[in-house]
C-alpha cells in the first residue's frame, strides 16, 4: 500500500479549520492523517479531552462528518451503539448499506484508565470500528495530570517533582499489547512524523473485519513543554529512543515497522523536554537509569515479538 | 456553503444571541464545519512566510500542519491560510526545502502596513 | 389516529416476563442491556427471543449498566429504536450517562424494576434507584401491577418519541412484588402493538451522511442553559402527551390510565398518596376503612416526571388529612420526594391541607393492608385532635 501525497492532498480535509486546539497540537496532525487515509463515508466518536473541546465549542463544530460526544470514558460504547443501530437499520432494510465507517478518538486517559473496560467490552463483542488513542501521555485538557500512559519519571501537575518524588513513579503500562491480547484483527503504534506509517496502517485497520486500535504519540507543546514548532522532530525523536515503538499487530502476528539505526540515548528524549528536566540534575541519575532499563526491556521484547534479531 | 439559519453565526466569532426557541433540541450542531467561521489567525505571534521559488511542492508541510492552513491549489502548494494558520512552526521546521521562514507576527503586520 | 378497540389475550405472566413479552411485539432496532436482579428476567427472556429469531432486534451483551446506556446513547443518535432495562445498581452505575440521554434528547426507552441501592446490600423493591434519577431529565411513570407495566412498556415508546417530547422515558415496576409475581393480564395481539407505537423517524439521525450532525458539543455559558430550557419545556408538552397517549392506548384496550387515578377519592376526607404496587395494597385497605365508616379514599400517582401538579392539587385540595407514602429517603430532608411534590403542587394552588409523610418499605419490607388503615386512622386522629405533630414517620420500622 504505497501513499502518496498527491491525490490526498486535493481531497477536503474532513476536520474543518477554526478549531482550538493549541498552534502545534498533534491530535488534529493525527486525525487530519486519519481520516484522509480512512476517507468518507466515516462516522467519528470521542470522548471527553482536547480534541472533543476544541472542535466542538457550540455553536460551532469542525466535524464535517457526523460526530458524536458523549462522556469520558464511554466512547467505545458510544460507537458500538452506532455501529449496531447501523447495522440494524440496514438489515431491516430502513437505510441502505452505504459501507459506513467508524472511528474513535480519544485520549490516553479515555483509553488507559477510565475507558479501559468499555473498550475491552466493545473490542470483545466484535464490532467493526478503529480505536484511535491520541496518546499525549497525560491528561493534558484539564490540565497536564497524570495518566497509567504517564512515562516514569514525567512531571505533570498529580506527579510533582518534589523532595520526595522524581515525577511519576510507576512505570506506564502497555495498553496496546493489552489490546492485542483481545485477539482482534490489527492493532498498531504509530507516530505524525511517519505519516505514510500512521495513515497506511489507518488504511489496513479500517478495512479490518472487526474492531482495530492505532496507539499514536501525540507530541503536546504544552504538556511536555517544548516549542510548539518541534512538535514532528519529537514524534521522531520518540521513535528513535525507542520510547515510542512503531509496530502491528495483524490477525495476531507482530511486526516491527521501523528499526532506528542508531538507536538513540533516551537522554537525548530527556533532554527535548521541560517535564523531564529535574532528571537530567545529577542526584537524578538514577531516576534516568531505570528509565534507560525499562525503555531497553521493552525494545527487546518487542523484539522477540516480533522476532526481529 | 449553505448555512443552517438555527446555527447562524456571526464571522466575528461571537454567536449572536438566539432564544431557546430557535435553536435545534439536544445541543446538535447541524451545520457541520461551521468552525471555519472562526479564524484563529489572531492567535499568530509568528507568520509562515511560503518561498514559492524554492518550494518543491513536495507536500510534506501539508500532511504535517495540525490546522488545515496550507493552501492547495490546482494540486499545488499555494502559500498559508492565514485566517487559522497559528503560526505553530512545524511546516517551517519541516519542509525540506527551507522554502518557508518564521518571521514575527508585529513585524509581518508592518510590513503589510508599509506595502499598503 | 383511530384506533379500533380490540379484543385481548389473556396470559398470566410474571412482570418481568411481560415487559420482555411487550419487547418482542415492539421489536426494537437495538436493545443493550446488563444483567442485574431483579430486572436479569427481561433481558435473559429477550436474549431468547433474540436467539430463536422472533424478533430482528440487534441485541447489545454489553459489559456493564453504564456501556448499556452508553450504547443505548449511540444507537438512538444513530437513528432508530433502543431500549434497555435495569435496576438499583444498574441504574446508579448509568448516572452520569442518564443525563447525556437526556440533554441530547434521545428517545430511549427503559424499562425498571425497582430495587434498593446499597449498601448494605439489598435487592429488593423501593425506588431509591428511579427517584434517584428523578431530575436527570427522564419521563417516569410507575406500575401498579403487571397489567399495568404490561401497558406501560408500550406506552412510553409513544410518550417518548412524540416530536414534542423527544425524551428519554422509564416506566418502573417493584421489583420482586411485580417484577417476579405472576398475574392474570390481558396482552395485545402483535399487529395491533405494531400499529400502535408506529415507525419511528429520528429528528436527528447520526447515520445521516449526507446531512452531518455533530451530537454532545461542548457547550457553555452562551446555550447551555438554552438548552437545559428546552429540555425543560419538553416535560411541559410530556404531561399533555403521557394523558393524550393513555386515552389512545384506553380506547384500543378499554384500559385508561392517565397523569393520576383516584380510588373512592371523589367524597374522600382521608387520602393517601403513592406510586407503584402499593396502591393496589392500599385500595384494599381503603375498602376495609370504608367499611367501618371512614371516608377513605386514594390517589395513585401514575406519572412522576412530569409531575402533574395541577391535577394533583385539584384532587387534593379541600381533604381533611392526607398522607403521602414515600418508598425511597432523602436523607436530611424534612419530608421526602414524592411528598415534596405533592407539597409544592399544593401550595402553588393555594392549599395547605393537613398532611403527614410516611416513608415504608425500604429494601422490600412488606407492606401490609392492616398498616395503611393504620396510617387512615392516623390520619382521622389528626383531624379529630386538629394536631399534625410530627410530618416525617417510618412505617413498620422496629423502633
Ligand atoms: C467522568 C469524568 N471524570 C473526569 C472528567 C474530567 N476530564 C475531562 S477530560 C479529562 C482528561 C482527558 O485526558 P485524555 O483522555 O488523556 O485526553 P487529552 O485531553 O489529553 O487529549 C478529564 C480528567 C470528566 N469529564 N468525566
Ligand atoms: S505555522 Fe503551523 S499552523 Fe501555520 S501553516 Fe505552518 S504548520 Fe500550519
Ligand atoms: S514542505 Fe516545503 S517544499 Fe514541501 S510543499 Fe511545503 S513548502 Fe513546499
Known sequence: MVLNLEPISVERDLLAPGHRLCAGCAETIVVRQILHAVGEPVIVASSTGCLEVATSPYPYTSWRVPWIHSAFENAASTISGVETMYRALVKRGKIEDKGLKFVVFAGDGATYDIGLQFISGAMERGHRFLYVCLNNEAYMNTGIQRSSATPFGAWTTTSPVGKETPGKTQHRKDITAIFAAHNIPFVAQAAPHAWRDLMSKAKKAIAADGPSFINVIVPCQRGWRYAPGDTIELSRLAVDTCVWSLYEVVDGEWRLNYYPNPKKPVTDWLKSQGRFQHLLKPENKHVVDILQAEVDRQWTKLLERCKVS | MKRDPANNISVTGVPSPKSWREIPIGGVITDAGNSEEYHTGGWRSFRPIWDWQKCVNCKVCWIYCPDGSIRIRDGAVAGIDLDYCKGCGICSKECPHDAIKMIEESAAEAEAKVKQ | ?399
Request: proline share 5%; aromatic share 8%; hydrophobic share 45%.
Open chain 3, 1 to 399: 389516529m383511530t384506533l379500533q378497540k380490540v379484543k385481548g389475550i389473556p396470559v398470566a405472566l410474571e412482570g418481568d416476563r411481560a415487559v420482555a413479552e411487550a419487547m418482542r411485539q415492539m421489536n426494537p432496532d437495538v436493545v443493550a442491556a446488563y444483567p442485574i436482579t431483579p430486572q436479569t428476567e427481561i433481558v435473559m427472556r429477550f436474549s431468547d427471543f433474540v436467539a430463536s429469531g422472533e424478533v430482528e432486534t440487534e441485541f447489545i451483551p454489553v459489559e456493564s449498566e453504564h456501556a448499556s446506556m452508553s450504547a443505548c446513547i449511540g444507537a438512538s443518535a444513530a437513528g432508530g429504536r433502543v431500549q434497555t432495562a435495569s435496576s438499583g445498581a444498574g441504574i446508579a452505575l448509568m448516572w452520569e450517562v442518564l443525563w447525556v440521554a437526556s440533554g441530547s434528547r434521545l428517545p430511549i426507552v427503559m424499562h425498571v424494576v425497582n430495587r434498593s441501592l446499597s449498601a448494605p446490600l439489598n435487592i429488593h423493591c423501593d425506588h431509591s434507584d428511579s427517584i434517584g434519577m428523578r431530575d436527570a431529565g427522564w419521563v417516569q411513570l410507575y406500575d401498579e401491577d403487571v397489567q399495568e407495566a404490561y401497558d406501560n412498556a408500550i406506552q412510553v415508546v409513544r410518550i417518548a418519541e412524540h416530536p414534542d417530547v423527544l425524551l428519554p422515558t422509564i416506566h418502573a415496576l417493584d421489583g420482586f412484588i411485580l417484577g417476579h409475581s405472576v398475574e392474570r393480564l390481558e396482552k395485545l395481539p402483535d399487529e395491533a402493538v405494531t400499529e400502535f407505537i408506529g415507525t419511528y423517524t429520528p429528528a436527528y439521525p447520526l447515520l445521516d451522511v449526507e446531512h452531518p450532525l455533530s451530537y454532545g458539543p461542548m457547550d457553555l455559558q452562551d446555550y447551555f442553559f438554552e438548552h437545559k430550557r428546552q429540555q425543560a419545556e419538553a416535560m411541559v408538552h410530556a404531561l399533555d402527551v403521557v394523558a393524550q397517549v393513555a386515552e389512545e392506548y384506553g380506547d384500543l384496550t378499554g384500559r385508561y390510565h392517565s397523569l393520576i387515578e383516584g380510588y373512592r377519592l371523589d367524597d374522600a376526607d382521608f387520602v393517601t398518596v403513592m406510586l407503584g404496587s402499593t396502591v393496589g395494597t392500599a385500595k384494599c385497605a381503603v375498602d376495609l376503612m370504608r367499611e367501618q365508616g371512614v371516608k377513605a379514599g386514594l390517589l395513585k400517582i401514575r406519572c412522576f416526571r412530569p409531575f402533574p401538579a395541577a391535577a394533583v392539587a385539584e384532587a387534593l385540595a379541600d381533604r381533611k388529612a392526607i398522607a403521602v407514602l414515600d418508598r425511597s429517603l432523602s436523607f436530611g430532608a424534612q419530608i421526602n420526594p414524592l411528598c415534596l411534590e405533592v407539597i409544592g403542587a399544593l401550595y402553588s394552588h393555594g392549599f395547605a391541607p393537613k398532611l403527614i409523610n410516611y416513608v415504608y418499605g425500604l429494601g422490600g419490607r412488606d407492606t401490609v393492608p392492616a398498616q395503611i388503615c393504620e396510617i387512615y386512622q392516623e390520619l382521622v386522629r389528626i383531624d379529630r385532635e386538629g394536631v399534625t405533630g410530627s410530618v416525617l414517620r417510618y412505617l413498620a420500622v422496629r423502633d
